[in-house]
């Protein structure tokens, strides 16, 4: 077994940032909104929320009542509110996320976000997009792009520091 592997967040929040600040640009005069997925993604999404500068307040959201394995895991002892401070109808949305692999996480995300109303568009801004789809879902910004096996794990610790962790499942 491999010792676990710290790694720098900063080089990933960097380019994460470029690239959110390019589709922010792209959808400038839209009114686009920042929304992060409970726990990670909505503490990558604050990070980028304040080193973006954004006016608009952030969205977030707990996904845990709209996983497809739901009835075999039950329900999550750490439910948090989803926050969406404003309508999501004909708006731009950025999905952050910390870490995407199988795509179920972004699936349950889409499901609630279409919950709450019909965005003109989402997109989805991930710290680490990793090998591993089990659904067609795709990143369209990331901080990071690794072809990791799949006994290795990613994970996200925060909020204060962000601290990313490879380690191998046992």
């Given at each position: 077994m491999t010792a676990d592997e710290q790694v720098?967040?900063?080089?990933?929040?960097?380019?994460?940032?470029?690239?959110?600040?390019q589709w922010?640009?792209?959808?400038?005069?839209?009114?686009?909104?920042l929304v992060g997925i409970h726990t990670g993604g909505a503490w990558v999404a604050e990070e980028?929320?304040?080193?973006?500068?954004?006016?608009?307040?952030?969205?977030?959201?707990?996904i845990s009542f709209y996983r497809?394995?739901?009835s075999r895991i039950g329900v999550h002892p750490q439910v948090k509110p989803s926050h969406?401070?404003?309508?999501?109808?004909?708006r731009p949305?950025?999905?952050?996320d910390d870490v995407l692999q199988t795509g179920r996480t972004v699936r349950a995300a889409l499901n609630e976000i279409f919950d709450?109303?019909?965005?003109?568009?989402?997109?989805?801004?991930?710290?680490?997009?990793?090998p591993g789809r089990e659904l067609p879902i795709a990143a369209e910004v990331a901080g990071a792009r690794w072809d990791l096996p799949a006994?290795?794990?990613?994970?996200?610790?925060?909020?204060?520091?962000?601290?990313?962790?490879?380690?191998?499942?046992?």
């Amino acid at each position: 077994m491999t010792a676990d592997e710290q790694v720098d967040t900063g080089p990933l929040l960097d380019a994460l940032t470029e690239g959110a600040k390019q589709w922010l640009d792209a959808h400038d005069g839209h009114r686009p909104l920042l929304v992060g997925i409970h726990t990670g993604g909505a503490w990558v999404a604050e990070e980028l929320h304040h080193r973006l500068g954004l006016d608009e307040p952030l969205g977030t959201l707990d996904i845990s009542f709209y996983r497809d394995d739901f009835s075999r895991i039950g329900v999550h002892p750490q439910v948090k509110p989803s926050h969406l401070p404003v309508t999501v109808e004909d708006r731009p949305i950025l999905l952050v996320d910390d870490v995407l692999q199988t795509g179920r996480t972004v699936r349950a995300a889409l499901n609630e976000i279409f919950d709450y109303g019909r965005p003109a568009s989402v997109a989805l801004a991930v710290l680490v997009d990793r090998p591993g789809r089990e659904l067609p879902i795709a990143a369209e910004v990331a901080g990071a792009r690794w072809d990791l096996p799949a006994q290795r794990q990613v994970k996200l610790d925060g909020p204060d520091p962000l601290t990313l962790t490879l380690h191998d499942l046992a």
